[in-house]
């Protein structure tokens, strides 16, 4: 190429890059992607722990390069159902009736019609929505004479909570086994399936006529190719929920990732994840769509313990990085998650943010890049990341309650962190508030996060009027309806933070008290 001709080649791409960051900074809609994994630790994404992590991650990587690595992200629980109310609702969903667990098989839905959602919010913005995925909270499927039947529509689905589509397994774990399209399953299931240990599936119930497991996240990731494609010559911009199903069980990988980690199967459902991310990345780039889209991928918790941590053990591999505890935990490990966010013009690439975020934060991000206001009764617990995005390295949210499975909360400001428990609330031998009394087990347990990240020395003897304070604040939190300012609303049950433990009837856990969720 010639000097000149190379001059005026390199001019130009540097005014095409200048247009879309003004346009960026100028409040252009950006199309907006959410890949969110299901039971992803951590230490499992290969650019968090690289000195530990065995298991190749390149897309994510390569995500991180391009974009914004977030270190200090909260789900807002450590199971599956609640912490996708908080992400597509802006609110802690120990407000809802879902004090503890995870959504049973053909359990109603847990967002109130009601509600404002995410994809609502962006649709009266004139966004096209999809979910194409697991949905995970709720239905209202259709009876008769007492049981469900398959061949009616299926009310209160995500159609009916501000998508404009969906396509997904509902939980992949769950029965029925086939795939949903908007409100009616694709293939009627009029077989029945009894379980496979081997996948760590347990749950019997109707399947579709050969349902293949190890084809669901394939078939996902395609769907939401195809997805991309059709909007690609939308003149409005679109929403993509995209939640994996994946590591979380069965344990399925497909032929081209079986046994490819040299770890377990959980392990290769991870190099899948990320396979799955980088189709969605090649299909934005392939459209054109890269510049003008918001691109964010994270986890709804940590990695699982029922599925097997040995062959990660032995491998050298942390699942949790450098933190203590996995899924169900109220510890750091069970909702501290990956977060990468890629928007270029806005987000810097290869950059890293140390400061305190939320999954519930996209909805009130998501309202400032629109340039609106929430309601005062939607997004409660939202804060915008824009700030943050844009550079900024300041803290933006003041602090973040997380809960366990067992519905046991931990509120966290400034690098403390108080738990309201005195284990970790998870799955398995959780010693009650007498066990531990009888043991010398303290109460509550106070930890410096950013002293001693692996949560080993509780200082609640030491810092009485920390543990104070941080108890005022939850109870502050939790009476106002709300974590940002605004009027006080109203939670939908009664919160007491001392019963948390107990049986729940909302969740009817009792149904099957092994249901790993």
């Not at 396509?167 to 908007?182: E, H, K, M, R, W």
């Not at 108080?418 to 799955?427: E, K, M, N, T």
Request: aromatic content about 8%; hydrophobic content about 35%.
């Amino acid at each position: 190429m010639k000097a000149n001709n190379r001059a005026w080649f390199i001019e130009l791409a540097a005014g095409i890059a200048a247009v879309f960051a003004a346009q960026a900074g100028a409040g252009v809609r950006p199309n907006i992607v959410i890949v969110l994994a299901d039971d992803l630790g951590y230490g499992d994404v290969h650019c968090y722990d690289p000195e530990h992590s065995k298991i190749p991650t390149p897309n994510l990587d390569r995500l991180a390069a391009e974009g914004m690595r977030f270190t200090a992200a909260h789900s807002t629980s450590a199971v599956c159902s609640p912490t996708r109310y908080g992400l597509l609702t802006g609110r802690y969903p120990w407000r809802s009736r879902l004090q503890r667990g995870v959504l049973q098989p053909y359990d109603p839905p847990l967002i109130a019609s009601n509600r404002l959602t995410l994809p609502a919010l962006l649709r009266a913005q004139g966004y096209h929505t999809a979910c194409i995925g697991k949905w995970h909270l709720g239905w209202q499927w259709p009876r008769q004479d007492g049981q469900v039947v398959f061949d009616r529509p299926i009310a209160e689905g995500p159609t009916a909570r501000g998508f404009d589509y969906y396509f997904g397994t509902d939980v992949p774990n769950f029965p029925p086994y086939t795939f949903i399209v908007n409100d009616r399953v694709t293939v009627q299931p009029t077989e029945q399936f009894t379980g496979i240990k081997e996948m760590h599936l347990s749950y019997r119930g109707p399947m579709a006529p050969g349902w293949r497991f190890d084809r669901i996240l394939p078939t996902l990731a395609a769907k939401a190719v195809e997805y991309i494609g059709a909007q690609a010559t939308n003149v409005h911009p679109f929403f993509l929920y995209f939640p994996l199903t994946t590591p979380h069980e069965p344990i399925a990988p497909s032929e081209r990732f079986k046994g490819r980690s040299g770890i377990n199967g959980v392990a290769d459902l991870i190099m899948e994840t990320d396979w799955a991310l980088g189709q969605v990345m090649e299909a934005l780039a392939e459209h054109g769509l890269t510049q003008n889209t918001l691109l964010i991928f994270t986890a709804d918790n940590g990695h699982s313990s029922y599925t097997g941590l040995e062959p990660f053990e032995r491998a050298g591999h942390r699942v949790s990085g450098p933190y203590r505890g996995v899924k169900s935990t109220v510890w750091e490990g069970g909702h501290r998650e990956p977060f990468v966010a890629r928007w270029p013009g806005v987000v810097k690439p290869g950059s890293r943010c140390d400061e305190l975020i939320c999954l519930t934060d996209l909805m009130a991000t998501c309202a400032e890049i629109m340039g609106t206001r929430l309601p005062a009764n939607a997004g409660e617990d939202s804060v915008s990341i824009l700030p943050l995005l844009k550079g900024a390295n300041k803290p933006v949210r003041r602090a973040v309650v997380t809960t366990s499975v067992q519905g046991r909360p931990a509120i966290q400001l400034g690098g403390w962190k108080l738990i309201l428990s005195p284990g970790s609330g998870g799955y398995g031998a959780q010693p009650s508030d007498q066990q531990a009394a009888q043991s010398n087990l303290p109460p509550v347990q106070l930890y410096h996060l950013g002293n001693e990240p692996g949560e080993l020395r509780n200082l609640q003897a030491e810092q009485p009027r920390k543990v104070k304070a941080l108890t005022t604040l939850l109870e502050r939190t939790t009476k106002n309806g709300r974590s940002t300012a605004g009027p006080k609303q109203t939670n939908d049950v009664e919160v007491d933070w001392s019963r948390t433990g107990a049986p729940s009837k909302n969740t009817e856990e009792k149904r099957n008290p092994k249901f790993q969720g």
